[in-house]
């Protein structure tokens, strides 16, 4: 066969054909009934016997674990009980990301369920920067309030919340970041990356673990009798949530993240959120919610008030029932994010212009710097090290002192790099998860820090890879073979949509349409289907399927919905060429 052997695409990308054993995959045929395409994907992806059904059946009862698992989660769930008895206001300072917007929003909203007032606040980017500050804090305390959430901040905030205890607002950190040996000294810190934790879910994004804290709050006050003479909460109505800021902090969709995620879409399709339907209606987004909708439509929106407008927009948006309110807020965040996009074009272009010098020079990491807005820098970070397969650094400069954003490659983890950093004084402060973080640090610093990460990075390489999950004919390639692998959904990190090799077919038709996307047919002696491959115009797959000379095509199967009619297409993610 062409693929017994690895194969380098006309991308310069390996193709890897995963491996499936041939009785694992009879067994699941034999137990579930499943085609011999659904199985043999399953079994590339490590799924057995053992867990199939918790794979294909992602059930939160049979996935969620004890809350009261985590290090410090009774300690941050009788404080919260006495708050409730003392009739006390809650404060809520989250982070102005995704994830912090969704994990200030649910708390919010189950705190409003239950009869407890609280506020939330969300720090601008520009002017208070990343995570507590203690004039923020200060505020709260003036206002009368004693006790202030932290989500997806706080782990590192050590000099805020010392502040606040000194002024008396008790603090409770709920997070997921990397912590130190250090902690700060809250009333709680309940984060699964803390140091001296043993929980398996280190991979929760902070709105998992804010909703393991609501799980935990709620089986307390049903078990001192509080829902007795009132309506106990559905917390599953709040999954909607939980799966947006899963997805939108590229969290891997595997256990129980992959449950919060499959109900959360499930929520999600019921429009109760009144922002959410809102914006969703706003968007124009016709189709049932998915992974894909949330992560390259919905997500960047919320992000958008974060980045370079008001950044408490996603959080009020995400949290209000009243229909003018959410109006009024998707319409800002629509054209924020609008404008965000011709800053970050503009921004990534001269971005390419440094990282391809450094990339000639064979460097095993990404780093640019420049006078660009604070809250893009994320988004151009991301795109860096999708097209480069390397980790990421961008950091943008202001009167000496520069911000940055990173995203990284499994093989690299990022934030115990940032930490490393911070330990050797190279950097003003930073911290973050394996795939993403941040920091400060000063200007005269940044080529230290270059020297640094050169040996820090050793073992990363742009050595990008496809994993295909099988080898399909194009007559295989119809509805009902893309509803079988629907079975697999939610598709995301550490569950990526299926990927097949269609081998020896011959290119029809190819036109341009839109911008820069190719649209064709491929077809071989039996069928034919179409194809299209998105961005392709003046790139080495585009010229290969315009000249026709192709050997084997790589990518995904989908279906396109146009006019109320559904039809399936093949999206042609790289090719293999007959030269």
């Known amino acids: 066969m062409l693929f017994d052997i690895e194969k380098r695409s006309i991308t310069n990308t390996l193709w890897k054909l995963q491996k499936a054993d041939q009785r694992e995959v009879l ?11 659904l199985a043999r994907t399953l079994v590339t992806r490590g799924v057995n016997v053992e867990n199939a ?54 708390i919010n909203r189950y705190l409003r369920m239950i009869g407890m007032h609280s506020i939330t606040y969300i720090p601008d980017r520009i002017n208070e920067g990343y995570g507590l500050n203690s004039d923020a804090l200060l505020q709260f305390k003036k206002k009368g309030i004693n006790l202030c959430i932290s989500v997806d901040c706080g782990t590192l905030g050590y000099q805020p919340i010392k502040d606040a205890r000194n002024f008396g607002l008790d603090i409770i950190v709920v997070d997921h970041h990397l912590s130190t040996e250090k902690l700060p000294s809250a009333v709680a810190v309940v984060n699964p990356n803390r140091l001296d934790e043993r929980s398996p879910y280190s991979n929760l994004a902070a709105v998992g673990v804010s909703f393991l804290l609501i799980v935990a709050l709620n089986k ?50 019921t429009r109760k959120n009144v922002g959410l339907r809102v914006l969703s209606d ?7 919610p998915s992974v894909s909708r949330l992560s390259f439509n919905i997500g960047p929106c919320i992000n958008a008030g974060g980045r370079i407008g008001e950044a408490s927009l996603g959080t009020r948006l995400l949290s209000t029932d009243n229909e003018e309110e959410a109006h009024s807020i998707a319409s800002k965040l629509i054209n924020l994010n609008n404008a965000r996009k011709i800053m970050e074009n503009k921004a990534f272009a001269e971005a390419i212009t440094q990282v391809e010098k450094s990339i000639h020079l064979g460097e095993n990491f990404i780093i640019a710097s420049g006078n660009w807005h604070q809250g893009i820098i994320g988004i151009i970070a991301s795109k860096l090290k999708e097209q480069f397969h390397l980790p990421a650094i961008v950091i943008s400069l202001n009167n000496g002192i520069g911000k940055a954003s990173c995203r990284s490659i499994p093989e690299v983890n990022i934030g115990a790099a940032i930490l490393s950093a911070k330990y050797m004084n190279l950097i003003i402060e930073g911290g973050g998860h394996s795939m993403a973080a941040g920091f400060l640090i000063k200007e005269d610093k940044i080529n230290d820090l270059h020297h640094f990460f050169t040996k820090k990075f050793t073992n ?21 073979l893309w509803n079988q692998l629907q079975r697999l959904e939610p598709f995301g990190i550490g569950n990526p949509e299926p990927r097949f090799i269609i081998q020896g077919a011959k290119i029809r038709k190819p036109k341009v349409v839109g911008v820069d996307h190719i649209k064709c047919f491929i077809a071989d002696n039996d069928a034919i289907v179409r194809a299209i491959a998105f ?15 192709i050997e084997a095509i790589l990518g995904k199967i989908s279906v396109n919905y146009w006019n109320g009619n559904e039809f399936v297409q093949f999206l042609i993610e790289d090719a293999l060429t007959s030269n």
Do not use: W
Not at 65 to 89: G, T
Not at 239 to 252: E, I, P, R, S, Y
Not at 282 to 288: P, R, S, T, V
Not at 541 to 546: H, K, P, R, V
């Open 282 to 288: 706003a968007l124009g987004i016709l189709e049932k």
């Open 27 to 37: 067994t699941l045929i034999q137990k579930f009934e499943l085609p011999e395409i």
């Open 220 to 269: 307390s006050l049903r078990e001192q009798g509080f829902f007795t003479n009132r309506k106990e909460p559905n917390l599953f109505d709040l999954l909607d949530l939980v799966a947006l800021g899963t997805v939108c902090d590229a969290m891997q969709i595997t256990g129980l993240n992959r449950a919060f995620v499959s109900q959360g879409l499930k929520i999600m399709s």
């Open 535 to 549: 961005r392709s115009v003046n790139t080495h797959l585009g010229s290969a399927i315009t000249q026709g000379n």
């Open 460 to 480: 990363s390489t742009n050595n990008r890879a496809l994993k295909a999950d099988g080898i399909v004919t194009v007559k295989a390639i119809n509805l009902s």
């Open 53 to 106: 059904v918790n794979f294909l059946y992602p059930l939160i009862r049979l996935l969620l674990p004890d809350p009261f698992h985590l290090l410090d989660m009774d300690k941050a769930v009788y404080r919260i009980i006495q708050a409730i008895n003392d009739n006390e206001s809650v404060a809520i300072f989250g982070d102005y990301d995704v994830d912090g917007a969704t994990s200030s929003a649910l």
